[in-house]
Each structure stands twice: as structure tokens, then as C-alpha cells.
């Protein structure tokens, strides 16, 4: 993890100044340095650079005291918000990282109205050089990243390492969901989870196979039935040293299907590709429980993972099938690629079984959510308006946006009737988002309050931006962290 430093010095490889259309317009009212600000007056004279939001430009070698000087463009000043500023931070870094320099200075000075600013200058340090590149050959064409030291005119330090502990959560959860399927399968998952559990002194359980059987939890067992790889459920706690009295007990639940091909009703041709990431909810919570350790959180966290391989085999669950989740209900399968309210069905009862303050869930869940809301935006379902409320501003402080979906459709409550059975697994594709989220409900404790976060959408960055790097996003870990921050 990197370095940081006070700027005390002007040593640095690179400075970074991160500008709206407005500060290139007034660079004599910047309190920068007169080297500095010559230099700026002339470029942005000469329109060179104008702030524009996503440009970024490099003067190299413009003088003795720095060899590279980066501005990047805000745009527009009255839209700059914090989130922007993180992605810019992030991008600046990993340009100026590809581009071979070791340090790095940013002036803040600009932007120090923002609140939180030296945090998420901690998040965009620790995520900057973040790619999934352990499988590629390390040649002489290889582009390295050699960023390591940074440097702020503004730096608080404790509000820097906090933003630090974030990115860290989130890498950590991004570097399994990148693992493909044939290096984590439930059993390694359950290992990961175990050696977290270690490090941060937290209380794990895994069940087996034999133990999910005794445990009633049908849903899991039915998913992982067609694979070699038999599945898992995970529970991690975490308790604060110094709980505050009465302190907050919050459950969250992922969905970690290793890899999700369909089963028997298998995905056609591109559908599966990808599918290595329908376990990122649970490798959301390991980052969760991760960060809240960390950041020594005042508040209980249970943190349940619900990990199967859906493969069709002989041995797989068949359509027709009728199974029972945990809390007795009864499921007729329809569709063996409606496997994730499967396997959440179960971990859903145990979290009400623990009877904590509120439960979210994150799943990877519909491809219907993805469509509805695009791959920007998750989806939120939740039988609570006040954490909503609390949900949302999370979503709003950390970028990671969600929209509020309905939980309530008399229409669609209709076809969660099986003629056979309690429930059918999968209804018609219209509203298929809002189907699952309703499945799930007949799981949950009607008294506790809980969150559905649809997160099938933000899933997987086809190509970097911002702090995203291709590949997994870990979409929801920031969000969470902030919620269980500021409770
Ligand atoms: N894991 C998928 C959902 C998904 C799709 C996540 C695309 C990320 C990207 C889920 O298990 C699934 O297969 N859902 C089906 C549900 C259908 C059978 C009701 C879908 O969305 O097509
Ligand atoms: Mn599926
Ligand atoms: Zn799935």
C-alpha cells in the first residue's frame, strides 16, 4: 500500500491539479505558486486546457523542480461533487502511474469547500493502481505501475487512512470476484473466508453438506447439488471491542454462486460469459467484514454467505423439482437459472433467526434489473422506508448509485403461486427484478427491516473509468461501509 506524505517539498515526480472550466478561468485567484501559476496562465491563455470534463493533459519536463505536471478537468464547477472528485483522483493517479512516475503531488487547495475531501484522496491512493493482472506474464512489454508515494497540500491523516481502509475493502473483494471459476469454487471461498476470520480475529462458521442437510437449508443444497464442488454457507461475525450500549446488530447476506452456467436450463452462448462474478455479493460481505474490522466500527456485523456452483450435471436439480428452504416453505423449481433467491431463501431465514436491526442483501440477481436500470445503477428493494433513507444517502456519499425499485405488486404476487407448491422459483420475464426481490420477502422476518440490493448491473466494468478498473467493480462495498460507519 502506498506512501503518504505532507507536501513540504517540491520532490515529487508529478503534480496534479484537478480544475473546473471556472478555475481555468480565474487561475490568478488559485493560491498556488508563481512558477505554477505562469505556467497555468499561459495554457489556459491559450486554451490548451480548459477544464472540460474527462480531459486530462501532461506538460512534461516544464521545469527543474517537477518533471510532469497533470491537469485534469472537473468541467463545469456547480456539478463538482465529491464523487467526481474521486474518479478524477483515480484516474489522474493511474495516468500518472502508467506513465512511469514514482511520486505524486496534488494540490487540493481548489477544492478544499468539499467536505471529505483527504478521504477520498485515500480511496483514489489505495484503488489508482488496482488491475487484475496476476495471470499476465510480467515481460519486458508489460506496462507496470510504479506509483507509490503521494503527496497533498491539504492531508489529514486520519480521514486519509480511513479512505485507505475503504480501498482496501474493496480490493480485497474485487480480487476473488476477478478469480475465474476454476480457482474458487465454495470450498476455497469458505477458506478465504476462514484466514479473514484469522487475521481479524472474527467468530466464523462454515457449514458443510452434511451440515447445511441437518440445518434445513434446501435451497443451497439444491443449487450446489450439480456440481463436484459441494456448497457452503458462511457466517462471520464481527464485534466491536468497546460496544456502545445499546449497539447495532445488522446482518448482511450475499449471494456467492462460484460460477453460475444455468444448470440444466443452461445460458446460451454469451450469457455465461462473466458468470465468475455471480459470487460478488458474497465477496462483498468477506470486504465488508474486512473493513469494518479495519475501522473498528461500533456495530455488530454478521456477515452470511450463501455459496454454491450451479453446473448441470447428473446429479443437478431438474426443473419440475420441488424443494424446502429453511424456514419450511415449499419451492417448485420452473427454472434451474433462477438459482440465486435459491440460495438466498435459506441465508435470509438464518439472518431473521438472528433478529438484528436491519439485513441487506446484495445478489447479482437479474439480468432484468441490468436492463431496467443499466450498468451504472443497482437496484434497491426495501420493506423500511427510514433505511432506505439511510441506504440512499450512503449510495449518494460513496457514488455507487441506486435506484428505489417496488417491493409490492399485486399482479406479480399472483404469479409467485406454484399450483404444486408454496412458490415457483422464476415468473415471467416482464418485472423479473421485482419478482425476485418478492420471492425473497416470503424469507424474511415481515418485522425486521430489510434491503434487497439488485447489484447484476454495476457488476463488471468492460473497460476502466474512474476508480473502476476492467473487470469486477466490488459495487456495493462502499456503499455498506459507509452505511455501518454512520450508524
Ligand atoms: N446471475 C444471473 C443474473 C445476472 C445476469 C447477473 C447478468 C449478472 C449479469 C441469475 O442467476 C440469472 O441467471 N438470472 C436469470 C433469471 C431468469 C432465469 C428468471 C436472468 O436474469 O436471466
Ligand atoms: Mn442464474
Ligand atoms: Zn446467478
Not at 489505495?126 to 499476465?136: A, E, I, Q, S
Not at 469454487?185 to 442437510?213: F, G, R
Not at 456448497?231 to 449471494?255: C, D, E, M, Q
Request: glycine share 8%.
Amino acid at each position: 500500500m502506498p506512501q503518504f506524505n505532507q507536501l513540504n517539498n517540491n520532490s515529487a515526480d508529478s503534480f496534479l491539479l484537478l480544475l473546473s472550466e471556472e478555475d481555468c478561468g480565474n487561475i490568478s485567484s488559485l493560491s498556488i505558486n508563481d512558477n505554477l501559476k505562469e505556467i497555468l496562465t499561459d495554457l489556459t491563455s491559450r486554451k490548451d486546457f480548459k477544464g472540460k470534463k474527462g480531459s486530462l493533459i501532461r506538460i512534461p519536463a516544464f521545469n527543474t523542480e517537477f518533471k510532469n505536471l497533470y491537469l485534469a478537468g472537473l468541467g463545469k464547477k456547480e456539478k463538482v461533487n465529491l464523487n467526481l472528485i474521486r474518479d478524477s483522483l483515480t484516474w489522474g493517479f493511474r495516468t500518472i502511474g502508467r506513465q512511469h512516475n514514482k511520486s505524486a503531488a496534488v494540490i487540493l487547495e481548489n477544492l478544499k469547500d468539499f467536505e471529505g475531501l483527504c478521504f477520498v484522496l485515500g480511496e483514489a491512493a489505495g484503488l489508482c493502481g488496482y488491475t487484475f493482472d496476476k495471470y499476465k506474464t510480467k515481460d519486458e512489454n508489460y506496462e507496470s505501475f510504479s506509483l507509490e508515494e503521494f503527496y497533498s497540500d491539504l492531508y489529514e491523516p486520519d480521514e486519509f487512512n480511513k479512505g485507505m481502509k475503504f480501498a482496501e475493502a474493496q480490493i480485497f473483494s474485487r480480487e476473488i470476484i476477478n478469480e475465474p471459476g476454476c480457482s474458487v469454487w465454495p470450498e476455497v471461498l469458505a477458506e478465504k473466508a476462514e484466514a479473514l476470520a484469522k487475521e481479524y480475529n472474527l467468530a466464523c462458521e462454515i457449514w458443510d453438506e452434511k451440515k447445511l442437510e441437518s440445518e434445513k437449508m434446501g435451497g443451497i443444497l439444491a443449487v450446489g447439488s450439480g456440481s463436484e464442488n459441494p456448497p457452503r454457507f458462511i457466517h462471520l461475525t464481527y464485534k466491536p471491542s468497546k460496544p456502545s450500549n445499546p449497539s447495532k446488530k445488522i446482518a448482511i447476506v450475499g449471494k456467492g454462486i462460484t460460477f453460475d452456467s444455468g444448470g440444466l436450463n443452461i445460458k446460451p452462448d454469451n450469457f455465461m460469459l462473466t458468470m465468475k462474478g455471480d459470487k460478488t455479493g458474497a465477496c462483498n460481505v468477506l470486504g465488508i467484514m474486512k473493513g469494518a474490522a479495519e475501522l473498528g466500527l461500533n456495530v455488530e456485523v454478521h456477515g452470511l454467505l450463501a455459496v454454491a456452483e450451479n453446473l448441470p450435471s447428473g446429479s443437478s436439480y431438474k426443473p419440475d423439482d420441488i424443494i424446502t428452504a429453511r424456514n419450511g416453505k415449499t419451492i417448485e423449481i420452473n427454472n434451474t437459472d433462477a438459482e440465486g433467491r435459491l440460495v438466498l431463501s435459506d441465508a435470509l431465514c438464518f439472518a431473521s433467526e438472528l433478529k438484528p436491526d436491519a439485513i441487506i442483501d446484495m445478489a447479482t440477481l437479474t439480468g432484468a434489473c441490468m436492463v431496467a436500470l443499466g450498468k451504472w445503477r443497482a437496484g434497491l428493494f426495501c420493506n423500511n422506508d427510514e433505511l432506505a433513507e439511510q441506504i440512499l444517502t450512503s449510495s449518494k456519499n460513496t457514488g455507487e448509485e441506486l435506484w428505489r425499485m417496488p417491493l409490492e405488486d399485486e399482479h406479480i404476487a399472483e404469479t409467485l403461486k406454484s399450483p404444486y407448491a408454496d412458490l415457483i422459483n422464476c415468473g415471467e420475464r416482464y418485472g423479473g427484478a421485482i419478482f425476485a426481490a418478492m420471492f425473497l420477502k416470503e424469507f424474511v422476518d415481515e418485522k425486521i427491516s430489510w434491503a434487497h440490493i439488485d447489484i447484476a448491473g454495476p457488476d463488471f466494468k468492460d473497460k476502466e473509468y474512474g476508480v473502476y478498473a476492467k473487470g469486477a467493480s466490488a459495487f456495493g462495498v462502499r456503499m455498506c461501509l459507509d452505511y455501518l460507519m454512520k450508524l
